[in-house]
């Protein structure tokens, strides 16, 4: 899966965004630490992001995500150490204070970082020098911080006097559930990235988007995003994204598939129907499965040739087949019969009322 470019402008136009987006702004240019605060997966590493995009800082935007920081190996972590510091520090390594020189130390998840270690953090914050492992001179970098935390900072677990470094100024991220008026926007982004790295101009249907904007997404943007990509590939060849396919990736509805090599083989010498009545049309309007309905529609058109279906639905014979099986169904025979489909299994077949028939022979030349 290529990555998606991380640096592109937040999406979304409604007040709540438009206010994040005021403050990126504001504060992006000025040398002072932020605390961004908001849900899991409502984007604050964006935020982040942006403001060092925008900050005129020439260096590196350097990430470190807190709970991931082992409580011995801080120091070492945010200070780096010299050549023979200790037995395998066998060259010297810069730590994430000098990574971020003239540029931006992100601190993901605050929240989670121990408390034993928050004091090494706390000269560094107010301008001091560090002195990496090993040395004794001290190195004065210029960085800036920015924090991002899912929930509120309190004494139980978190140093006050940290907590006043890193909380400048705030910026709030709304979860997905109050800006559902941007959902389309950021859908149509993400699916115009995918487009440009897959090639494959797809677009959901209406009544997709419309599940996709009443949903509250626990998740929020990142879940989204995941619905996006599952929809995307799970769709096929097709240019459509139906509903079906977003409830199955919201609420677990996960399709069987089935291997090629249980599907039978083509047939030749299938029943061809050439024309349908409203009584026939009206049975399909019935069906109440989207998906069933036109897999249904396409094998009255085609005239129950699997494979000619399946070339139009730019999937192979198995994959129709496998798909015929999602739907409940243990073979074909069975969608045939329920749905009166002429059954190209037989040489003769009774049509569905209104419905008229060809039988396509097989030649008898042999070469």
Same mark, same amino acid.
């Given at each position: 899966m290529r990555n998606l470019n991380p640096d592109?402008?937040?999406?979304?136009?409604?007040?709540?965004?438009?206010?994040?987006? /005021?403050? %990126?702004?504001? =504060?992006? !240019?000025?040398?002072?630490s932020v605390l961004i605060t908001g849900e899991k997966g409502t984007g604050k590493e964006l935020v982040a992001r942006q403001m060092h995009n925008r900050s005129g800082r020439k260096g590196n935007f350097v990430a470190q995500n807190c709970g991931g920081v082992p409580e011995g190996l801080a120091p070492t972590l945010f200070y780096g150490h010299r050549k023979g510091a200790f037995t395998d520090a066998r060259d010297d390594k810069p730590g994430l &204070? /000098? +990574?971020?020189?003239?540029?931006?130390?992100?601190?993901?998840? @605050?929240?989670?970082? !121990?408390?034993? %270690?928050?004091?090494?953090? /706390?000269? !560094? $914050?107010?301008?001091?020098?560090?002195?990496?492992?090993?040395?004794?001179?001290e190195i004065y970098p210029n960085f800036r911080v920015v924090a991002a935390t899912n929930q509120e900072l309190t004494p139980d677990g978190f140093r006050s006097d940290l907590l006043d470094r890193l909380d400048? &100024?705030?910026?709030?991220?709304?979860? /997905?559930?109050?800006?559902?008026?941007?959902?389309?926007? %950021?859908?149509? &982004?993400?699916?115009?990235?995918?487009?440009?790295?897959?090639?494959?101009?797809?677009?959901?249907?209406?009544?997709?988007?419309? $599940? +996709?904007?009443?949903?509250?997404?626990?998740?929020?943007?990142?879940? +989204?995003?995941?619905?996006?990509?599952? @929809? =995307?590939?799970?769709?096929?060849?097709?240019?459509? %994204?139906?509903?079906? +396919?977003?409830?199955?990736?919201?609420?677990g509805k996960t399709a069987v598939e089935v291997p090629e090599k249980d599907a039978p083989a083509y047939e030749p010498g299938r029943v061809v129907p050439v024309t349908g009545n409203g009584e026939v049309r009206d049975r399909i309007a019935a069906i109440q499965n989207p998906r069933e309905r036109e897999i249904v529609e396409a094998l009255l058109r085609h005239g129950?040739?699997?494979?000619?279906?399946?070339?139009?639905?730019?999937?192979?014979?198995?994959?129709?087949?496998?798909?015929?099986?999602?739907l409940g169904y243990p073979g074909t025979e069975e969608l045939y019969v329920k749905h009166e489909i002429p059954n190209y299994r037989t040489r003769t077949s009774k049509a569905p009322p209104g419905v008229r028939v060809e039988v396509r022979q097989r030649s008898s030349h042999v070469m």
């Open positions: 592109f402008d937040i999406k979304g136009s409604s007040p709540a965004i438009n206010g994040v987006k /005021l403050l %990126i702004e504001t =504060y992006a !240019p000025w040398d002072i &204070f /000098l +990574l971020a020189e003239n540029g931006t130390l992100f601190l993901d998840e @605050a929240e989670a970082m !121990p408390l034993s %270690i928050q004091p090494v953090l /706390l000269r !560094p $914050l107010d301008g001091y020098g560090i002195r990496p492992i090993g040395s004794t001179a400048g &100024f705030r910026i709030h991220m709304p979860p /997905l559930r109050e800006i559902r008026e941007d959902i389309p926007e %950021i859908v149509e &982004f993400y699916l115009e990235q995918m487009r440009r790295n897959y090639g494959r101009r797809k677009q959901f249907t209406s009544d997709a988007l419309s $599940l +996709l904007k009443n949903h509250d997404f626990p998740g929020n943007t990142r879940q +989204l995003i995941n619905v996006v990509k599952y @929809a =995307y590939f799970g769709s096929n060849m097709h240019d459509f %994204i139906g509903a079906d +396919l977003v409830e199955r990736r919201l609420f129950g040739r699997m494979r000619d279906v399946a070339a139009e639905m730019h999937i192979t014979y198995q994959g129709l087949y496998g798909r015929i099986r999602a």
